[in-house]
């Protein structure tokens, strides 16, 4: 197997550094040391289409394949491993949650917001006592009418002050069945839906 770059990811590659060098390097200590999210970096990379890399050019996405993903987050990362993971989360969690199960409504939606930085995305899964054992989770939806009323908290989740939308993943049938689990799109704004203290460690 080659494990060369080819023509598009010397592109990616390039383009990355060039804004890296530029964007990210200069203030990346600064934002550690201050606890601050860096949005509008973000924002900035969704304009250079690194944050829709998998999202087809119909919904405003950069319509390219996982090996050229993988550069994307490997580019990154290897300049800033926090906002590296925070481009990883945004691509694969939300917007790839979206991507592969939302409906072409939902897609048309969300997508070209989150695919071009617009919009910041996050995908709450963890709770306090369930992470990899998620079929515990103790946040529950139910159906009011035409509503779901969602009750519960998540933890630890990336973009989870920042994020404009997220995927909420919470428990619609019994404990423990593994089917009992349904994901909510939960728009920053909707009542009752509030971001809680950062954890700092
Ligand atoms: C940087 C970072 C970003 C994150 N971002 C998000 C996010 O965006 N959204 C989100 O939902 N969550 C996020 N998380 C949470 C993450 O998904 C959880 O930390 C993860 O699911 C593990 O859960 P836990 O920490 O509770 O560990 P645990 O589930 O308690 O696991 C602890 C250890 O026990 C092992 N273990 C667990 N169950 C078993 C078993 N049955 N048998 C044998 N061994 C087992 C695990 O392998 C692990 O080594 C993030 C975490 C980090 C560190």
Request: glycine share 12%; charged share 20%.
């Amino acid at each position: 197997m080659d494990f060369n770059y080819n023509e598009n990811q010397k592109m990616i590659a390039d383009t990355i550094r060039s804004f890296g060098e530029k964007h990210i390097k200069p203030k990346f200590m600064e934002w550690d040391e201050t606890q601050e999210f860096p949005v509008e970096c973000l924002k900035q990379l969704g304009e250079l289409g690194m944050l829709g890399v998998l999202v087809p050019t119909e919904y405003g996405g950069s319509g390219l394949s996982y090996t050229e993903y993988v550069t994307v987050v490997t580019e990154v990362g290897r300049i800033c491993g926090s906002v590296g993971l925070s481009v990883a989360a945004h691509n694969s969690l939300c917007t790839g949650h979206i991507l592969q199960f939302g409906n072409d409504e939902q897609k048309k939606k969300w997508l070209p917001k989150l695919a071009t930085g617009q919009w910041i995305g996050a995908w709450g899964l963890t709770e306090a006592n369930t992470g990899s054992d998620a079929m515990r989770m103790k946040c529950v939806a139910t159906q009011d009418g035409d509503d779901w009323v969602i009750n519960g908290a998540k933890n630890w989740i990336t973009h989870g002050k920042s994020s404009d939308v997220m995927v909420v993943l919470a428990r619609t049938g019994e404990l423990l069945d593994s089917r009992g689990i349904t994901a909510f799109v939960v728009e920053r704004g909707t009542p009752g839906f509030s971001a809680g203290k950062k954890k700092i460690n």
